[in-house]
């Protein structure tokens, strides 16, 4: 590697652990994830945010990007020379130098929809496919902005809560450590990721086994992730998808593609924003609403979550939880370096590709070094995530010698496909968690309609542990950071 390259990667390294104020920037660009950690731009004003549109992020534009002024060593984009060993792309992937915020927008593939309503998943005792969905407005709260509280549905999940000792954390500003510097002094004790990259044990952070590679693609999903789909199909290789309701009310066959392909899928909230800046009950509606559309395409309901940007507490936790969903985040070192393909800051044009693809290559030769395999945060969002997915980073870790395995999530978790769905799951934890809360619909039910009410007759639901249930499944998985 070129003693240029080296003296930026290690000024990205330091800015990843750096907390700059520019995380407003990229996510007006519609993918933040991780970015409150970022000092790297200079140039994220680029025009790449009208890519974004279609992002949740777009809704929180109200708050103005702030300066580019960061506590870190600003790399200059321009001064990297092109390295002469970049890998060739496959067919139809730009090569790495060509790609940017500002390229010209390739083709996008047609979504096959061959599987209909009836066909059976390839898991044991999976639900067949529902009847297709079809979109009725005034049944889904609006897309990408946090869906209201009052509706009969928020009320209900929330009844999922009670029980359960929920944290009582005051909401964080935006999800900001230096908007909170409060709260991000008292980080530890909140269990809050972002500022600090504190977890819990329950939190799923990484694969235990080494030189394997916890694939999953974000904010999806998108008009590109077929191009993605295609590509893991012909490697023969699954992903994780931590969808967005928002998206997933657009794109139903997308997200059918996803999960019939034997792809995993996973909650990532309706409209993308911080969970630790939101109240209990707009948490709840998050992900109650995403957890909602998924099941209506897919006839199933994921056991897991991921908090946009990765911003959780342990307010946020107790509430995924409470609500069957385990959070899932991304690996960090010892160090705090994080596992961040950064795709995100080339489609926001505060990085570009090479510089992105230099910092993967660190990552994998950190995960030679760690113990435990490794979860990496990367996107379905934008057509350069993509191609930056496709042309690059599976192949450099397919190709890497020695090679790494690649593995959805909950296969390199050893959790059993059954258990990452709420309908299939044998797991006795999980299965009383959601009689407790179809023990309340019930009384529901039957107390506006006495005349039915015999089978709803506890007085009071069901308790469960709430470290128990994400306790199971990360069975057998040695913490190490
Ligand atoms: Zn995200």
Redesign the pocket.
């Known amino acids: 590697m070129k003693l240029e390259a080296l003296v930026v990667l290690s000024a990205l390294l330091v800015g990843a652990n750096a907390h700059g104020n520019h995380h407003k920037i990229a996510r007006n660009l519609g ?1 933040r ?1 991780g970015s409150s950690s970022s000092t790297l731009s200079s140039t994220a004003t680029s025009s790449a945010g009208s890519s974004a549109a279609s992002s949740g992020a777009s809704s929180s534009g109200s708050a103005p990007p702030t300066s580019a002024s960061g506590s870190g060593a600003a790399p200059t984009v321009t001064t990297i020379p092109i390295p002469s060993n970049l890998p060739s792309p496959p067919p139809g992937i730009p090569p790495l130098q060509s790609i940017s915020s500002g390229m010209p927008t390739g083709t996008t593939a047609m979504v096959p929809a061959t599987f209909t309503a009836g066909a059976t998943p390839s898991f044991a005792g999976a639900p067949p496919l529902p009847t297709p969905f079809i979109f009725v407005q005034g049944q889904w709260p609006t897309m990408d902005v946090p869906p209201p509280t009052n509706s009969t549905q928020v009320q209900e999940w929330m009844k999922e809560l009670e029980g359960v000792d929920i944290p009582d954390l005051q909401p964080t500003q935006d999800g900001d450590c230096s908007l909170d510097p409060a709260f991000a002094a008292d980080a530890k004790n909140r269990g809050w990721w972002t500022c600090g990259g504190w977890t819990a044990p329950t939190d799923i952070v990484a694969c235990p086994d080494k030189m394997t590679w916890g694939v999953s693609f ?2 999806g999903p998108s008009q590109y992730t077929q191009t993605l789909l295609n590509y893991l199909d012909e490697k023969d290789l699954q992903a994780t998808f ?1 969808v967005v309701g928002s998206r997933v009310i657009e794109r139903p066959a997308v997200l059918i593609e996803e999960y019939m392909k034997g792809h995993e899928i996973s909650v ?1 909230t309706w409209s ?1 924003h911080p969970l630790t800046s939101l109240t209990n009950e707009q948490i709840v509606a998050e992900l109650g609403w995403t957890r909602e559309a998924i099941k209506r395409v897919l006839g199933v309901t994921p056991t897991t979550m991921r908090p ?2 990765g911003d959780i507490d342990n307010r946020v936790r107790a509430i995924s939880l409470a609500m069957g969903l385990t959070p899932i985040i991304w690996t960090a070192t010892p160090s705090g370096q994080k596992f961040d393909t950064n795709d995100w800051r080339v489609a926001g044009g505060q990085m570009n590709a090479i510089q992105q693809f230099e910092s993967f290559e660190q990552i994998l030769g950190n995960a030679t070094i760690i113990n435990t395999g490794f979860i990496v945060l990367e ?1 379905d969002l934008f057509e350069i995530t993509v191609d930056l997915a496709v042309g690059f980073t599976l192949n450099a870790a397919m190709t890497h010698n020695p090679p790494f395995t690649l593995k959805p999530i909950g296969q390199c978790m050893n959790i059993p496909t059954t258990d990452m769905y709420m309908e299939t799951t044998t797991n006795q934890t999980y299965k009383a968690q959601r009689a407790a809360a179809l023990a309340h619909e019930n009384q529901t039910a039957a107390s506006s309609n006495p005349s039915g009410a015999s089978t709803a007759n506890s007085a009071s639901p069901a308790t469960f542990s709430l470290f128990t249930a994400a306790g199971a499944l990360a069975a057998g998985f040695a913490m190490l950071f």
């Open positions: 993918a994830d974000d904010d931590f990532h993308h946009p940007y996107h």
